[in-house]
């Protein structure tokens, strides 16, 4: 009897071995930044996707933008980033100069359904012929106004730049010191201004070949007495004035809530944030984009608004391309995010959202997002357009502007010499 059993015993612990093992659940780790509309969003697509796959876990890690990059750098420096995380476009030349830094999800190809994207915007995500990441939607920044506060000041929405310089000494004497046809933070400014000397040079602003800018000293100056211009003629508040109310967004500030502010420069993705703060009943309106007289390009700062990347590191790389493929190409994971990331890149999400009526043409990010396919766009943006220490160098010298510590010529000779540091180190 005893002989006996103990085999039959043995086959028992060996049949429940196998059976925990079989249902032992595979754990991926996802990051993303956002607000608490994209985190739901998220979460709920990311537990259908678990209810799908129901031997898949997946640990979300999620937070808002301030101090996402920083985290996510320590985390691929130590070599524990998650196996699928959303990526910024300029982050690429940080993390992956020769395309090595994340997974080259082209491997994956019998997994994503790739056919879904436009073969333009993926190549804004391949680096040294690797897809390191695949944009989830494209953006530009595009103005919108406050109908309302145009309205009281009796002007119509600017066409040319000219009118947008024009529109600032009627604001501040129809309605008063406090009001301005636009804002804008320094990212805003620096796109702006990008857009400007591409119309009028036809040239970028930064010559990745030789590791430099590619304007002259003059036109450099030209680039930052722009922004004096603007804060001159009382077309946007000076950055002084902006931090006057505090650290926040600018559509959580009073003047924009009150359309004290007539108008935005923004992000198409973003417009919705900005229409939804404002003091009913105001409202935006799509505005025209400024151009140049013969100006053959618009000079938009045309990118991927985030990506989808799957970690160097991933030891379950093909459970994370299916919950990539699960979240832009699926149709659960599609009516789940709906517009959580933008109007989404992938060809079947836009079928199946405009079929269910979400994606909707007055919907201010889907016809900001029209006006800009629309527009001329020949030269495209070096992704060390965004590099942080270069973004935040322009922002404290305009500051310095601002505070009258530094004039034009000063900055713009600054910005150059510094600039061109940053940008050698940066490509070395």
Sequence with gaps: MIKKSIPLLFM??????????????????????????RHEATNAAVNAFEKANPGIVVKAEYTGWNGHLERLTTQIAGNTEPDLMQTNWNWMPIFSRTGDGFKNLLDYADIIDLDQFDPAALALGTNNGKLNGIPVSMTARVFYYNKDTWTKAGLKYPKTFADLMAAGPVFQKKLGEDYYPVVMEWRDVIALNRSYMVQKYGIPMIDEKNKKFAYSDKQMVEFFQMYADMVKQHVVPSTKYIASFGAGNLYEYKPWIN?????????????????????????????????????????LFYKPSLMLSIGKNSKHDKEAAKLLNYLLNEKAGIETMALARGVPLSEKARELLTDDGTLQPTDLSVSGLAQIDSLPKKLTTSAYFENPQLVSLFKELIEQMDQGTKTVAEAAKDFTKQGERILRKAMR
């Design 12 to 37: 028992g612990l060996a049949a429940l071995g196998g059976a925990t093992q079989a249902n032992a659940a595979t754990e991926i780790r996802m990051s993303w930044w956002g607000g608490n509309g």
């Design 259 to 299: 359309g004290e502010w007539g108008g935005v420069y923004m992000w198409n993705t973003a417009a919705n944030k900005y229409q939804d703060n404002l003091k009913p009943p105001m409202s935006l309106e799509l505005g025209e984009y400024p151009m140049l007289p013969g100006a053959t390009d618009s000079g």
